[in-house]
């Protein structure tokens, strides 16, 4: 039977004074064995901790890597710093359409609840049809320029390329929505 | 070569390897290779997994190098980003517990002891592998940290990035745990035992 039932407290304060024995004065040696001897599930898990610390205090083997780890390391890093311009170069993108699309959204809640009905749907039609135009100028432009431009040098030469897209478009979205002002402005 | 000099070179090393000096940071691998792939395998039990994440582990180290406070031990440092990445990994996988009956696979470092004594302590060895698998991912890096790393709470408090109160309850909760659970698994043994020797009743 156990006859700490009802001293939950003092339990547990054995119970750290057997699993930390290490820690102990002599005064708190005894007082853990007095109570080992009256509490039979204290006894019971000094046994197990006996055991058990006897197979953690013995010598334990290191695992080793397989022969050729640092030379693995070694070749990896070109892997993986290139993996790693490719993560940063995805993140520059992400960014990038991120902005480029709260711009837009901006852009758009503005100029659709300072205009009519009639001039949006004309606006509209007129951009789309620039929009389109543009993009396909942009594609010709791209297949031409990737067809004689280096590998090395292709990677900035779009990360240049976007970021004067997006300062163009922010600046071209700005101007609109100036001269949509001014124009109200006037009327 | 003393301990002094190699203790000269391994700082030497790491002042190239800060510089920026990739010869001198896979010197440093080649060195802590065995400490970081131990921990790495302690806590993930398994070998192709312990090769990527301490490989993973050099990587973030190489890239982290500027953040590398000095005043701290370089060891101390590489094994705490291994230990977080092996935490990291297990909370991912939610693997609590490896099946028992595949045994962990041992490479025995050149510290290593002699055959009779490995022979003699592998299947203890095995069945306490078992059981540390089985324990919260914390609080077995904590028990790892402790016994195949020899340091001290306040050394797995640094590596931890815990308390040193933390850290002794970790371990007082894995140390109770494994006790606990060695009992279990010794009464199921001697229960096997018992149903595969003794005669059958016609």
Same mark, same amino acid.
């Given at each position: 039977m156990n006859s700490m039932k009802g001293k939950p407290m003092n339990h547990k304060k054995f119970e750290q004074m057997i699993l930390t024995p290490e820690a102990l004065t002599a005064e708190e040696r005894e007082e853990v064995d007095r109570h080992i001897a009256?509490?039979?599930?204290?006894?019971? !898990? /000094? !046994?197990?901790?006996?055991? =058990? /610390?006897? @197979? !953690?205090?013995?010598?334990? %083997? @290191? =695992?080793? %890597?397989? %022969?050729? #780890?640092?030379a693995r390391f070694a070749q990896s890093i070109e892997k993986r710093k290139e993996a790693e311009q490719q993560k940063q170069v995805r993140s520059f993108i992400t960014i990038l359409v991120?902005?480029? !699309?709260?711009?837009?959204?901006? #852009?758009?809640?503005?100029y659709y609840s300072t205009n009519s009905l009639e001039t949006i749907i004309k606006n509209t039609a007129n951009a789309s049809a620039q929009m389109l135009f543009l993009w396909e100028s942009l594609k010709a432009i791209i297949s031409t320029v990737t067809g004689f431009l280096p590998t090395v040098l292709l990677i900035p030469f779009l990360l240049t390329a976007a970021s004067a897209m997006l300062t163009l478009t922010l600046l071209w979205l700005v101007s609109i929505w100036k001269l949509t002002l001014q124009k109200e402005t006037v009327q | 070569m003393s301990g002094e000099n190699v203790e000269h070179e391994l700082q030497q090393w790491l002042d190239e390897a800060m510089q920026g000096k990739e010869e001198s940071f896979c010197r440093l691998v080649d060195h802590y290779q065995n400490g970081v792939y131990n921990l790495c395998y302690r806590m993930l039990g398994n070998r192709h997994e312990a090769e990527d994440a301490a490989q993973e582990s050099f990587w973030r180290a190489y890239c982290n190098l500027h953040r590398y406070d000095p005043s701290r031990s370089f060891q101390t440092w590489l094994l705490s980003i291994a230990s977080h990445y092996c935490i990291d990994q297990q909370r991912k996988r939610r693997m609590t517990l490896i099946a028992i009956d595949e045994p962990f696979e041992e490479t025995f470092g050149s510290n290593s002891p002699t055959p009779e004594h490995v022979y003699s302590n592998n299947e203890q060895s095995n069945q306490m592998e078992e059981l540390i698998n089985t324990l919260k991912p914390t609080d077995r890096a904590a028990l790892v940290l402790r016994y195949w790393h020899q340091m001290s709470e306040k050394e797995i408090a640094d590596t931890l990035s815990l308390s040193v109160s933390a850290v002794k309850s970790r371990l007082f909760r894995a140390r109770k745990e494994l006790a606990e659970k060695m009992e279990t698994r010794r009464e199921e043994y001697e229960l096997h035992e018992r149903e595969t020797y003794e005669p059958q009743k016609i």
């Open positions: 009256t509490c039979e599930s204290c006894r019971k !898990l /000094s !046994l197990q901790w006996q055991k =058990a /610390s006897r @197979m !953690l205090n013995q010598p334990l %083997p @290191m =695992a080793a %890597p397989a %022969p050729g #780890f640092s991120i902005s480029l !699309l709260a711009a837009v959204l901006i #852009f758009a809640v503005i | -």
